[in-house]
């Protein structure tokens, strides 16, 4: 995993040229999808009696906000820079949790079959649980919205985590353990030297779909504790009929998803041992 | 034919003639819905200190199960295995496994494996000898040029050698092999066999082997333990091989005597104790 900047090969103008064109086969179709998706929004939306916005409207009503993501009037009227900015920031809270707890008590149960018992039913059960059903309960518990919606963040991502993890630990070859076993490691041993490398591929599958969860759930989340963020500014929007701004919003959460599902990748590239990389 | 004479033949006389490793009586069984299922019954063998034995028998006789309760992986439902009197009750670094399949761990190089190992079991040497037992290990298995690739990187030969180094690097009073070579292509096994036997010479570590190749084990074993076919598998006939050491395989095969032992065994194994579907 280390040194491999010097193993790239040195690309000539040939290579250049061939790999423009394996680029371009790889952008057209998307771009040509994408393409004859507006259309198809345009036709519709410029039938008779059409309640949505063409495009080419969207794009004008929402220049402002396009242009200048930036911009802070105080209040709520924040640019959706800031607004996508607040929801990261209880994401970030939420799933760090999530994700530190999760790992910790997947490697409890995977790795202690008492605990397994006794916890996974109720994990089972707990984690089919939609996450806006926790907001109620949590503004109970808290009495404020962010730490309720912090909180619903963790409580959505947690599942997954705290599941594949439990997962990876039981899948852990016999041999391994065998060898862990012959050789009497210690537990510390065991834990740096087995354990963790072994589920390590696991757990960031548990932290993907974690992620994907915790940007679904903000959204819906936000919409019900109001203040900056973009999952209120899309209600917000609904309510002062700013269809436009919605089409925008929902651009700007499919992107930033996008991008962290992206980031847990790279993360996991750097993280995961070279020869337990999956797939 | 059992009862071969080989005092005047064996130049290498166990080291002691106390009895270094004992299996006592030893019966394996699973308990399942309709009683209990017999793998093992009444297993009895003492083995002196630098002795190879080899293991064959048909598959699902419990070979490897009586070897894994000589490793204590296994615990025996009756009887006991002993190591110089010490009854063996949970796996340890004094009897070794080499396993079927390697069991390196992928994500460490060949010296981290064997590092691994010494690391753990003498923990109070100081850090640059650990570090001389690994490097002459990886040397005494020829690796010395591979010490930092990782398993994927290793042709199964190698694989198996580091597997070999990892073991004998910890000093064990009991090297176990599970079919060491089998997965390996007969070039390659042969290598491997006069390297372990060239090892077995300088170190004069106890080996079991389990082998399904009678060849293989009347070149390497002092002797051969047949085992009758499951369930309530038995040792059924030891077989001495006295053929003096250094061996030298082509020698081996010229010797009358080694036929008669190969019919013998193969005697055993696929006429008085065939398996159903051999």
């Known amino acids: 995993m280390t040194a491999r900047l010097d193993a790239r090969p040195k690309r000539n103008h040939q290579d250049l040229v061939s790999m423009l064109g394996k680029q371009a086969k790889v952008l057209y179709p998307p771009a040509i999808a994408l393409l004859i998706f507006l259309v198809i929004w345009q036709v519709f939306t410029s039938l008779p009696g059409a309640t949505l916005p063409t495009p080419i409207q969207t794009v004008e009503e929402t220049w402002e906000l396009i242009v200048n993501p930036f911009f802070d009037n105080g209040g709520n009227d924040k640019g959706l820079f800031w607004q996508v900015f607040t929801s990261l920031q209880r994401v970030a809270l939420g799933y760090t949790l999530a994700a530190i707890v999760g790992i910790g008590l997947g490697i409890l149960i995977g790795t202690s079959t008492f605990m397994f018992r006794a916890l996974d039913p109720i994990f089972q059960v707990l984690r089919t649980v939609p996450p806006l059903a926790w907001l109620p309960i949590s503004l109970a518990a808290f009495q404020q919205a962010n730490p309720s919606a912090i909180f619903v963040i963790f409580i959505t991502a947690i599942w997954p985590i705290i599941i594949n993890t439990a997962e990876g630990v039981r899948q852990i070859p016999q041999d391994y353990n065998n060898v862990a076993r012959v050789l009497r490691l210690s537990r510390t041993e065991y834990f740096f030297k087995i354990l963790m490398p072994a589920t390590v591929p696991y757990i960031f599958t548990g932290l993907k779909i974690g992620i994907g969860l915790s940007w679904l759930a903000i959204v819906a989340a936000e919409m019900l504790i109001g203040g900056v963020g973009i999952g209120f500014f899309i209600w917000d929007a609904w309510n002062s009929s700013r269809i436009s701004d919605i089409i925008i919003a929902i651009i700007y959460v499919g992107l930033v998803g996008l991008l962290l599902d992206w980031l847990i990748s790279q993360i996991a590239k750097l993280v995961v041992p070279e020869e337990q990389k999956q797939g | ?278």
């Open chain 2, 1 to 278: 034919m059992q009862t071969l004479n080989t005092t005047e033949l064996n130049i290498n006389p166990p080291l002691n003639h106390d009895p270094y490793l004992v299996i006592d009586n030893v019966s394996k069984a699973y308990p399942t819905p309709d009683g209990a299922y017999v793998v093992l019954n009444g297993i009895n063998l003492t083995v002196h200190e630098g002795e190879f034995i080899c293991l064959i028998g048909h598959s699902g006789c419990g070979k490897s199960t009586l070897l894994d309760m000589v490793s204590g992986f296994r615990k025996p439902t009756e009887g006991e295995v002993r190591l110089q009197t010490k009854r063996i009750t949970e796996p340890g670094p004094d009897r070794m496994v080499v396993f079927q399949n390697y069991s390196l761990l992928p994500w460490m190089t060949a010296y981290e494996n064997i590092y691994l190992g010494v690391k753990s079991v003498f923990p109070d040497k100081p850090e640059a000898e650990k570090r001389a037992i690994v490097r002459d290990h990886l040397a005494l298995v020829g690796l010395s040029d591979a010490a930092d690739k990782k398993p994927k990187e290793l042709s199964g030969g190698m694989k198996q050698r580091v597997c070999i180094a990892r073991a004998l690097a910890l000093r064990p009073q009991v090297l176990i092999l599970d079919e060491p070579f089998g997965a390996l292509d007969p070039i390659t096994r042969e290598e491997l066999q006069e390297e372990l036997l060239k090892i077995w010479t300088d170190h004069r570590v106890t080996v079991l082997m389990i082998t399904h190749d009678i060849d293989e084990a009347l070149f390497l074993g002092d002797r051969l333990v047949m085992m009758t076919n499951g369930p309530a598998a038995q040792i059924g006939e030891i077989l001495n091989i006295p053929f003096p050491r250094p061996r030298n395989r082509t020698r081996l095969m010229e010797d009358p005597h080694y036929y008669d032992l190969r019919n013998h065994a193969l005697d055993f194994l696929y006429r008085r104790f065939a398996h159903d579907d051999a």
